[in-house]
C-alpha cells in the first residue's frame, strides 16, 4: 500500500482516472480495478492502482464500484482536477443525465459517485474502448483470480459499507417461494418488432447520404437459469413491451433529429448498440440481454452484444 507520508502532504493538481469492474456470471465473482497517473515531463506516470475482489455483484455494480474506489484515492491523494476515463458508456452517460438510472441496486451508487465528483475543483469524463482501459481490467481480473486486494493504493476499499445488492446473503432462502434453477443449461428469448423512420448517413459515399427511409425490423434476445414459480424465465409478454418502449421513441421520426442520433450516424451498427443499452436498463438483475439484431432488409441483419 502506498505510504501517503511519501507525498509531503502535497496533492496533485490534475490527474487521470481510469476504473474497470467485471462480473464472471452477471451476477457472480466480481473485481474492480483503477489507475491513477499524472504527467511527468513528456509521459504519464501512475502514482496509484489498485484491485480488489467485491464478492458477488452485476457488471454494472462492480464498474460503479471501481469508479468510487478511484474517486476515494484520487480525493485522498489531494487531486484537485481530474480526467476520467471509463469503458463502460452507460456509466458515463449516466453521469453526465444522458440516461436515466432505473436499475434500483445501482441508484445508490450512482449517488454516492456524483457525490464524491463534487469533491473535485473540477472534473471532465469520457467514454473509451476496453483495449484503452487494459491496466484497470487486468486489476480487476486479478483481485478476482486471487480473491483479494492488489496494486498500491491509498484509500482501502471496504467491503462492509457497499450497497445490499452487492453482498452475498447469509440468510436461508425460504425455498417455498425461490426460483426454479436449471443448472445445467440456459433459457433464450428472442422477440421482434419494427419501426418506420427516416435517416441520412453524413459523409457516406453514396446514396445513403440522401435523406431515405427504412422499415428497421428489431430482434432482442435474453436469456436466463432461473425459472419463476410458474415456471417462466421472463414473460414474453414483458419483453415485448419494453422493445415497444424503446421503439416508440424512433417511430416514424427523422432519426438525424433524435438523441442520440443527433451526434452520431443512426448506423445500424449504433441503432443496435443504443437499443442493447437501453434494454440493459429495463431488465432484472437475473437476466442478461444476450444480443440485439438489427434487420435492415430482408437478407441483411446485423447484430450487437458485449
Known sequence: MMDKNALGGKGFLRAQLNADGGSRGNPGPSGIGFTIAVDNGNKRTAICRGGAYIGRATNNIAEYSALIWGLENALALGVQKLDIQLDSELLVKQLKGEYRVKNEGLRPLFSEALQLLKGFDSYSMRHIPRELNSEADKLANEAMDTQGPVGDYVYAYDMTRGPLSC?????????????????????????????????????YPGECRSLHGHTWDIEVTIQGTQLDEVGIVYDFKDLKANLAQILSQYDHAYLNEVAPFDSMNATAENLARVIYEQMEEMLPENIDLAEVAVWESPIARLSYSK
Open 167 to 203: 453482498q452475498v446473503s447469509t440468510e436461508e432462502p425460504d425455498k417455498r417461494a425461490a426460483p426454479l434453477s436449471h443448472s445445467t443449461g440456459t433459457y433464450k428469448l428472442t422477440v421482434k418488432s419494427h419501426f418506420d423512420a427516416a435517416h441520412a448517413l453524413v459523409g
